[in-house]
């Protein structure tokens, strides 16, 4: 039969790189602790109407990347691309968006995007974010490229820049798209035919445009920060001197538009220098009016969200090797012949209790055991032969002394002597 392979622009998670993928987790769980996070978990499909919504009719998400199918009782679903719509729309659900409370909240989990797979661009991919909603303040922004900072120093990332700008808001956005359609449509024949769609309904996502021909266009293009309205040129000041303040160093990037449409004010996004083409390892920024997008009451939020495969290419690059180093077992319990395998099966669970124990599974000899518990990197093999449990003790071999000294069973059971 011909064999069956995983989808195009998936990946299986194998040991021994699942072992990275647990530990980015754990130290995940622990700094949102710190940082005052709760973690979402939502479902893994919505309806589509959520993410038409929330990131938008006009983004490229929504229009060429969504897997939306029709389940059999009629209802249009979307497997979700990105995380924070779900948070949003499970926020406003369960009511816990309150007056004059902040909710901080984070999440991670496979997302589904029908984009080209290329390297650290996949088909399902793994994000974490996090997302705080209830504050308009600027300290919240800084709060969330803060705890996005702290992340990735965590994972023991060098080489990081973090790119500021200020997309505006509904109301000084519509000025600047003007400003920037007068830029543009002397030279609108040149741009790609995806860029000439944008040209009406949405021309920022022109400045993000990867096409060669497209990039060479834009340069020079009007400034979204010269278009900023008074309250928006306050807030981007107020955000840059919170993280002045907080420690965090950014580069201002007034040619940084995001690919999802609900995005105000904010906008930021985290380069590593080591990646090539698909160099930003997150991103994130403001989303004032979500909230209210997916059926809420008005509530401010910023957030970001990190692509875990990324992030495990650039410690690659970084030359981290490892996340987190094989574990290996305390114990290797050995059997001279069959008849010591029930002694070892008592034995083995005995020592399991207190740390990490193995034993032989497939009926190999002493010798092969010997291989295999030095394979394993154990550190030191027991071995129990009938002559010697009759006696009630085992040979307890020190893998790395290579010291060898008859234990009682009872004192291996109990943990109660130093050769155990
Ligand atoms: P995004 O920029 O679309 O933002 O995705 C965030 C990160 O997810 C990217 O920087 C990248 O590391 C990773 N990523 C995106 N697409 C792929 C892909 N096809 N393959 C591998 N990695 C990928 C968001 O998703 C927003 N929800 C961020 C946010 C949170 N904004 C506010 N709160």
Redesign the pocket.
């Known amino acids: 039969m011909a064999k069956i392979q995983a989808p195009r622009g998936t990946h299986d998670i194998l040991p021994p790189e699942s072992r990275h993928w647990i530990e980015m987790e754990r130290r995940t769980h622990e700094l949102m602790r710190r940082w005052g996070f709760e973690e979402i978990r939502t479902p893994m499909f919505e309806s589509e109407e959520l993410f038409v919504r929330g990131v938008g009719q006009g983004s490229d998400?929504v229009r060429k990347e969504m897997y939306t199918f029709t389940d059999k009782g009629d209802r249009r679903l979307s497997l979700r691309p990105?995380?924070?719509a779900s948070v949003a729309r499970a926020a406003v659900e369960h009511g816990m968006l309150q007056p004059g409370r902040v909710l901080k909240l984070y999440y991670q989990g496979p997302?589904f995007?029908y984009?080209r797979p290329a390297a650290?661009?996949?088909?399902q991919?793994h994000?974490m974010?996090a997302?705080v909603i209830g504050s308009a303040a600027p300290v919240a922004d800084a709060e969330i490229i803060g705890v996005f900072w702290a992340w990735l120093l965590e994972m023991g990332l060098q080489g990081l820049t973090v790119r500021l700008n200020s997309v505006g808001c509904p109301v000084c956005r519509p000025a600047y798209r003007e400003r920037l359609r007068d830029f543009l449509r002397p030279k609108l024949e040149w741009l790609c035919g995806d860029c000439k769609e944008r040209f009406e309904k949405n021309p920022m996502r022109i400045l993000d445009c990867k096409v060669p021909g497209c990039q060479a266009e834009i340069v020079g293009a009007p400034s979204t920060l010269d278009s900023l309205g008074e309250e928006c040129r306050t807030h981007f000041e107020e955000v840059q001197a919170c993280l002045q303040a907080a420690g965090i160093r950014f580069e201002i990037d007034p040619g940084l538009v995001?690919?999802?449409d609900y995005y105000t004010k904010t906008a930021f996004?985290v380069h590593h220098a080591g990646l090539g083409a698909q160099s930003?390892?997150?991103?994130?920024?403001r989303?004032d009016g979500l909230v209210e997008e997916v059926g809420g009451g008005s509530s401010p939020g910023?957030?970001?969200?990190?692509?875990l495969?990324?992030i495990l290419l650039a410690l690659e690059a970084d030359g981290v090797a490892e996340l987190a180093p094989p574990a290996r077992p305390d114990w290797f319990v050995a059997t001279v012949n069959s008849d010591a395998r029930d002694e070892a099966l008592r034995l083995v669970t005995a020592l399991r209790r207190r740390g990490a124990a193995e034993m032989d599974l497939s009926g190999a000899s002493l010798k092969s055991q010997f291989k295999q518990a030095d394979r394993l990197g154990a550190a030191k093999v027991i071995v129990l032969g009938p002559r010697e449990i009759e006696r009630g003790v085992a040979m307890v071999r020190d893998m790395a002394t290579h010291q060898e000294n008859e234990v009682p069973l009872k004192e291996l059971y109990t943990g109660g002597s130093e050769s155990a």
């Open positions: 998400i990105e995380g924070t997302m995007r984009d650290g661009r996949y088909r991919f994000q974010g997302e995001r690919g999802l996004e930003a390892v997150g991103g994130g920024g989303y910023v957030g970001f969200s990190t692509g495969e990324r």
